[in-house]
């Protein structure tokens, strides 16, 4: 049974460019939530898909977006990098129990993005 | 004031050693509440859930005290395979959908 899958693994971006990062989410999950985590730091909590619909998001602008196609897969999206948005993003996957909220998250390795 | 807050590090220990790591959060409202460790350039991993009994596994304990909204983990006779970041992660169900709000860690180094 495959975990949560991630890519690219790694990606180098220049100020301004947009990048698109990808998640598969482990089987029998149902919805996928994203991370930014900055060196030193912890996880920052970016948004979360279910039913292919963002139903909560963090403190992040409008440039951060996100998708989740009918497989429970899912894609986050960043326009006009900033050279703050230099980061480990991590996905993670669960399922929702109702309206308790889901149970436990599990990470994918991260994509580590570098804007130069 | 941070949501979530953890003892600055890093903890220096030998092995053998017992240590100890402490957390508060602010929201009143969170719900669920867990250890996960981080190793160097790795995902984070669930180390544990917490709850307000007291719970432990092998050598590590943790413990919660809604009250004082404070959370701790103790982890007994340190191995070298213990160094690692470990993060004290809060739940807030809102809605019907959990967020998971996480400190910022607080790295141990356990040496020979």
């Known amino acids: 049974d495959a975990g949560v899958t991630q890519s690219p693994t790694h990606l180098i971006k220049t100020r301004g460019q947009q990048v698109t990062l990808r998640c598969s989410p482990k089987?029998?999950?149902?919805?996928v939530s994203w991370y930014q985590q900055a060196l030193g730091q912890g996880p920052q909590f970016i948004f979360q898909?279910?039913?292919?619909?963002?139903?909560q998001r963090g403190n992040f602008p409008d440039r951060f977006s996100g998708h989740q196609f009918p497989n429970y897969s899912s894609e986050l999206n960043v326009n006009a990098l900033w050279l703050g948005d230099s980061a480990l993003y991590l996905c993670?996957?669960?399922?929702?129990?109702?309206?308790?909220?889901?149970?436990?998250?599990?990470f994918g390795p991260g994509t580590r993005l570098t804007v130069l | 004031r941070k949501e979530v807050e953890q003892d600055p590090g890093p903890f220096n220990v030998p092995e053998g050693a017992t240590v100890a790591f402490n957390c508060t959060y602010s929201?009143?409202?969170?719900?669920?509440f867990f250890w996960y460790r981080q190793d160097c350039r790795k995902e984070p991993k669930l180390l544990m859930s917490?709850?307000?009994s007291g719970n432990e596994d092998g050598r590590f304990t943790a413990q919660l005290n809604r009250a004082s909204q404070y959370i701790s983990l103790l982890i007994r006779d340190s191995k070298l395979s213990d160094s690692a970041t470990y993060l004290c992660?809060?739940?807030?169900?809102?809605?019907?959908?959990?967020?998971?709000?996480f400190g910022k860690g607080t790295m141990l180094l356990v040496s020979p």
């Open positions: 898909y279910y039913e292919e619909e963002e139903r």
């Open positions: 993670a996957s669960s399922f929702r129990t109702g309206t308790s909220g889901t149970d436990t998250q599990y």
């Open positions: 917490v709850y307000s």
């Open positions: 089987s029998g999950h149902d919805t």
């Open positions: 992660v809060v739940n807030i169900v809102n809605s019907g959908y959990s967020t998971l709000t």
């Open positions: 929201n009143s409202a969170s719900q669920s």
